[in-house]
Nanobody, 132 residues
């Protein structure tokens, strides 16, 4: 059984940084695609970034340059480094995992619900609050 547990959220001032972690367990291969999504209160789920086991990453346009996704296969941990945080980054952040390693992980855009529908396993979410 796959389990995903996020940590590292909390409150931070605008301009600050946070690193989210997602420890995974169960049958997730090193090459399987994993991703971060977020949901701002009252809005739809939004994709942030995805990665497989070889370091290739795929970012939604809104997050290129400020957020960095990475994966440590030895520690079975997915990370999201968030820099220069803004108040509009306040949201619940979710880790997601797929038992697939297809090219969609790296090549798909984040328009619509296609990407979120590729993931079978989700963490419980963690709150990031950016305020002064």
């Amino acid at each position: 059984q796959v389990q995903l547990v996020e940590s590292g959220g909390g409150s931070v001032q605008p301009g600050g940084s946070l690193r989210l972690s997602c420890v995974y367990s169960g049958p997730i291969a090193t090459t399987d695609c994993m991703a971060w999504f977020r949901q701002v209160s009252g809005k739809e789920l939004e994709g942030v970034a995805s990665t497989g086991g070889d370091g290739i990453t795929n970012y939604a346009d809104s997050f290129k340059g400020r957020f960095t996704i990475s994966k440590d296969n030895a520690k079975k941990t997915l990370y999201l480094q968030m820099n220069n945080l803004k108040s509009e980054d306040t949201a619940m952040y979710y880790c997601a995992a797929s038992q697939d390693s297809g090219s969609w992980c790296y090549m798909s855009n984040w328009v619509g619900t296609y990407m979120q529908n590729q993931f079978d396993y989700w963490g419980q979410g963690i709150l990031v609050n950016v305020s002064s």
